[in-house]
């Protein structure tokens, strides 16, 4: 509660004027005991600050900012009224000092400790604030005695013109507005209504009773029904007129202007019903910090019913209406600047006509005569009379460029004839009309603005990869979602299009070309390429191995079977029986399953060993097919070599053992085979849509082999993070490898060169090496081991170069490995996962948005409902108790919850 004393004397006697003397003196007692004036004398020399005879005065306790100000009213001339506003009690700084200065200027209240330098005049003096306070002054405003030289921007700019922009947006205040006089009237309605039942009551309860006393009083209840039915029908006018103001549109007027005294103050000014509530908002080109709309002022004038303020008069209420107006302010400035066709003639040459020699841009114009006179003739002085307080337009005198005019300047000092008189009625400034023109882009030009911003997004991306890199997927939930943009068509490769689901995914898949497949090496070839390499020793090979199976099975797309890692590491672990072992392992096209025809030709010894090999493989074979890189395409060719090992095995060797056709061997061979599938990368339909993902599990149900599939990006919280599908149904399909016309021609080379796997021959029986390798070559080895794990773990989906063969490829392969090609695809794989972040951000928040809408507009509903309810129970009340006195929602709330006490 705020108490405010007011009380009145008169101006000539001094005497108290007040019906209620104890009134009056309760609040004189509070001015002395709360203001800076103790006694009665010490007020009455107060009103002697004011001019004239009559006047009031008033004291603020306050600790505000904005301070206040004495005005006259221009329509007494003779005896002047006023305002004196002292202010007092201020709030002070660490120092001890107040926040306002008021001694560094006798003329000016500053704020204390404010550089004048990077601060805006307005916001450190209270001077200059109250120059531009109001967007037509007509009143005059003293600080400490002193008179303020008000403005009018729009008459202080070179250039000026005017845009009319009309817009059916702002309407947050008009709604309002309605809403409000939907409810008076409403209320006078149910008055009105209300008004006339009682008249018809009375009337029928009066009847045949013609007394004097019973006619006046049906009067007065018939004249006051009259009273109420006419409010209420203005009411509804008033209801109607602003429902049908709320769909017109909404006209401004946007002045810009050219502020060539100081170049650097430019921005927007924006006025509510003339008062200002936003100075120096930069808007359109201006934020972007160049030197286009620089300098450039625009004022507008916004009324209530488009903008509402908030209580201190700095803001506005309705923010999202707020920077619509500001968007179009922008546009509208870059339209002036297109017209007033500065850029066209030279920014730098133009700010040098007026005197802007300096290339800091808030460096203050020259102070040479001959540029001072430039400036003055572009802008015409326009100065308010001290009597009648009416702006005159002075014309231009070489010998006024540097007259300063007084404070008291009246009209009968104006050179020009026509204005040198209060009589004389005030000229309009005359502001050009401008018109927006809004340039249609052609399909070029949008998509070369696209593109433009795609390079920059991009800029963007590479720049946080530099400083933050990614190395997991915790580090790419960290990157912010605006750079994730999509990726420029020219750096994004084509790919094969997805076929559609397969009935029968593995018996279909094509196989390798012949062609590319190279040329078989002998046994004795292999044998003599293992002996090149005396340093590699068993227990080395092993480990290296072993590394390299648990790396690859974790992110390869065609991953091995756990057989072929545990047959590995038994193999190696006893070399004695390392010959049959390793011909286990050995590929499809290893020799040992293609024999040479010019083996007859090795010695007895040889032939053998090469026979020990071949049965050895086609026996393991039987037992257990392990592929060589997990792929549907080499399972046909791999059947038919495996069928000529076992018929040259059984040819040499009448003792080798055969397949039993019993049936629980058949299912636990189909398990076994089965087990191959591990690893495979596949797409699942769910919900419609395909997913990517990889075999994690195989199990055998009935007749019918199942995949359990891991997915590799779940899109939603809904979608399950793996599942169980049916092998070759049509919700399953194998990805494409990539076809060979995309794959880099190197990497074409390398594949028609043969490859040794990481182990020693396998038709050689591996001795343990007794002679030490060198340390600088097995230190060259494990660095080699090492970036092929590197490179396999971040390998692109799409890469030309399997992990396969990136695990075989050799020292002088890694020296030709494309790696300019292989960061590439990393990076627009690592766009498009971005940008798959980005969608999901996007739709949710259009959720969020829609279920807000929703939300808003249920409780708009709920509290018509309420509102509806409380004014019939309130009708019901009234015809039940007509003597009822509820005037606000909550009184009502109470009385029915009274009532419902009582009744219980």
């Known amino acids: 509660q705020v108490i405010v004393p007011l009380p009145t004397w008169n101006a000539r006697s001094r005497e108290p004027m007040t019906d209620n003397m104890e009134k009056f003196a309760i609040e004189t007692e509070l001015i002395y005991k709360y203001s800076p004036f103790k006694s009665e004398r010490e007020v009455m020399d107060q009103f002697n600050k004011i001019r004239g005879e009559k006047g009031t005065c008033g004291w603020c306790r306050s600790q505000v900012r904005y301070l206040g100000f004495g005005w006259d009213s221009p329509g007494e001339l003779v005896t002047c009224s006023g305002t004196l506003v002292i202010i007092f009690n201020l709030k002070l700084m660490d120092n001890g000092e107040p926040e306002l200065d008021v001694t560094s200027d006798p003329q000016d209240i500053q704020m204390a400790e404010t550089p004048p330098e990077g601060t805006k005049p307005e916001r450190r003096s209270f001077r200059a604030y109250a120059a531009v306070l109001y967007i037509d002054p007509r009143m005059r405003i003293f600080i400490n005695g002193h008179k303020v030289q008000t403005k009018r921007l729009s008459c202080c700019l070179y250039k000026p013109r005017m845009y009319k922009y009309t817009s059916n947006r702002f309407k947050t205040r008009a709604e309002q507005e309605v809403k409000k006089a939907e409810h008076m009237a409403r209320i006078a309605e149910e008055k009105a209504r209300e008004a006339e039942s009682k008249a018809r009551a009375l009337e029928l309860r009066l009847g045949g009773d013609l007394t004097r006393e019973s006619r006046v009083t049906l009067r007065q209840v018939q004249n006051l029904a009259i009273t109420m039915r006419r409010e209420a029908d203005v009411k509804k006018r008033i209801k109607d007129a602003k429902r049908r103001a709320l769909k017109e549109p909404k006209e401004l007027n946007f002045i810009f202007g050219v502020n060539i005294e100081q170049r650097d103050l430019d921005g927007m000014f924006i006025y509510n019903c003339s008062r200002l509530i936003k100075m120096y908002e930069k808007v359109g ?73 300096s290339a800091n841009w808030n460096q203050p114009p020259s102070s040479e005569l001959r540029y001072k006179r430039r400036r003055a003739m572009e802008i015409p002085t326009t100065i308010q009379c001290d009597v009648c307080l009416k702006w005159r337009t002075l014309p231009f005198q070489l010998s006024s460029v540097e007259k300063n005019y007084p404070d008291n300047w009246v009209c009968s000092m104006n050179p020009d004839p026509e204005q040198d008189r209060c009589e004389a009625a005030e000229q309009k400034q005359k502001v050009p009309l401008g018109t927006l023109k809004k340039d249609l882009k052609s399909n070029e030009e949008k998509q070369k603005q696209l593109t433009e911003k795609i390079r920059q997004q991009q800029k963007k991306l590479e720049a946080l990869q530099k400083a933050a890199p990614v190395r997991s997927q ?99 672990d006893k070399p004695g029986t390392s010959m049959k072992s390793l011909s286990g392992l050995q590929s499809p096209k290893s020799p040992c399953e293609t024999p040479n025809p010019k083996a007859a030709k090795v010695p007895p010894v040889r032939k053998s060993a090469s026979g020990r090999c071949l049965q050895a493989s086609s026996t393991r074979k039987r037992a257990l097919n392990i592929p060589e890189d997990g792929s549907e395409e080499e399972r046909e060719p791999k059947k038919e070599r495996t069928k000529r090992g076992k018929f040259l095995a059984a040819k040499e060797e009448k003792d080798s053992s055969e397949l039993t056709d019993s049936a629980g061997e058949e299912e636990l061979l189909e398990l076994k085979k089965a087990q191959k599938d591990k690893g495979l990368h596949v797409e699942v339909r769910v919900n419609k849509e395909w997913f990517t993902g990889r075999v994690t599990a195989v199990e055998r149900v009935r007749h019918a082999i199942r995949w359990k599939v891991k997915f590799d990006y779940v899109p939603t919280d809904t979608t399950p993070r793996d599942r169980w599908v049916e092998k070759g149904s049509e919700d399953v399909r194998l990805m494409k490898p990539p076809s060979p016309e995309y794959q880099a021609p190197d990497t074409q080379q ?12 396998d038709c050689v029986r591996i001795e343990p090496d007794t002679t030490g390798p060198s340390s600088n070559q097995e230190t060259i080895d494990l660095l080699v081991q090492i970036l092929r794990n590197c490179l396999r773990y971040f390998l692109p989906p799409n890469f030309p170069i399997s992990k396969n063969e990136l695990s075989s490829m050799s020292s002088e392969g890694l020296l030709a490995f494309p790696l300019k090609e292989y960061f590439k695809q990393y990076e627009v794989g690592l766009q498009n996962l971005c940008n798959s972040y980005q969608t999901r951000a996007d739709a949710r928040a259009k959720a969020c948005e829609e ?28 015809k039940v108790q007509e003597d009822i006195d509820i005037n606000t929602d909550d009184e009502l709330d109470a009385y029915i919850e009274d009532l419902i006490m009582k009744g219980d």
């Open 851 to 878: 279920n807000l809408r929703n939300s808003e507009r249920k409780l708009r509903e709920t509290e018509e409902k309420l509102q509806k309810l409380r004014t019939n129970i309130m009708a019901l009340l009234q």
């Open 474 to 572: 915790a580090d790419l939930k960290k990157l912010p979602l605006e750079v994730t943009t999509r990726p420029s068509r020219e750096h994004i490769r084509t790919q094969r299009p997805r076929s559609p689901p397969l009935p029968d995914v593995i018996k279909c898949a094509p196989s390798r070309p012949p062609g590319s497949s190279p040329p078989p090496k002998s046994c004795s070839q292999l044998k003599k390429s293992s002996s090149d390499h005396p340093y590699t020793s068993s227990p080395n090979l092993a480990s290296m191995l072993f590394k390299e199976e648990a790396s690859t099975s974790r992110t390869h797309h065609h991953t091995v079977t756990a057989g072929k890692s545990n047959s590995t590491l038994k193999t190696l």
């Open 750 to 761: 390398e594949e028609e060169v043969v490859v040794a796997e990481p182990s020693t021959s």
């Open 285 to 357: 080109p201006q934020l972007e910090g160049g030197m286009a709309c620089g300098g450039v002022v625009g004022v507008v004038d916004v009324p209530y019913l488009v903008l509402e303020p908030t209580h201190n008069k700095q803001d506005f209420a309705d923010a999202k209406e707020y920077r619509h107006l500001l968007k179009a302010m922008g546009e509208h400035l870059a339209q002036y600047w297109k017209d007033v066709a500065i850029a066209q003639r030279g920014i730098i040459k133009f700010w040098d006509e007026f005197g802007y020699l």
